[in-house]
Every structure is written in structure tokens, then in C-alpha cells.
């Protein structure tokens, strides 16, 4: 099991003030998180060839997956639909609160 020294470090470098029944709760929590890794690096993974995406292999089968990449309207049609539709507005500016003061 991880040390309470271990959870208090760890609890100062993420500047996290912890309670001692919080320390014990994340000796209990870090300790299991740790152990699954542990059981996860007995894994045999030598035949798994590696991936840079999840989803290569579906792409490899099927290669129309992705929709033809093309204009729906007119910008300037979006544009002045937007502005119509907001609730406060001058000329082609849309009126918001102001955010800084």
C-alpha cells in the first residue's frame, strides 16, 4: 500500500489540503489505481501491432466512412441569419454585456 507520506506528498504537489480521513481514503484509492497498473504491465502485448489512431483499422475496410466536405449555404446567407436572429443588434453587430469593466 502507498505511504501516508507518498499521499501527502503528492497531495502538496497538486496543492491539495487533505483531512486525515481523506489521506487514508487515497492510501486505499491510489494504492488499487497503482495495482491495476501493475497488472496491466504483465499483459503479453508483443503481437499487438501498435496503432497512432483507434479507429485505423475501421478505416481500412470501409473507406467512405467520411462525407464529402462541402458548402450547406452560403456564408453570407448563415451570417445574416445569426444576426436576425439575435435578440439585440445594430447594423451587422450583434449587442452583448459587456465582460470587462
Excluded: C, W
Excluded at 6 to 20: F, S, T
Excluded at 47 to 64: A, C, G
Excluded at 83 to 98: C, G, L, M, S, T
Amino acid at each position: 500500500m502507498i505511504s501516508k507520506q507518498d499521499v501527502q506528498h503528492i497531495a502538496k504537489l497538486a496543492r491539495l489540503g487533505l483531512k486525515e480521513t481523506e489521506i487514508k481514503k487515497f492510501q486505499k484509492d491510489l494504492s488499487s489505481i497503482l495495482d491495476y497498473f501493475n497488472s496491466l504491465k504483465k499483459v503479453d502485448v508483443s503481437n499487438v501491432e501498435p496503432t497512432f489512431h483507434p479507429v485505423e483499422h475501421y478505416f481500412k475496410q470501409r473507406l467512405d466512412v467520411m462525407r464529402q466536405d462541402r458548402a450547406e449555404s452560403q456564408p453570407e446567407q448563415v451570417v445574416d441569419k445569426l444576426i436576425a436572429a439575435a435578440p439585440d443588434k445594430k447594423e451587422r453587430h450583434i449587442k452583448v454585456k459587456a465582460v470587462f469593466k
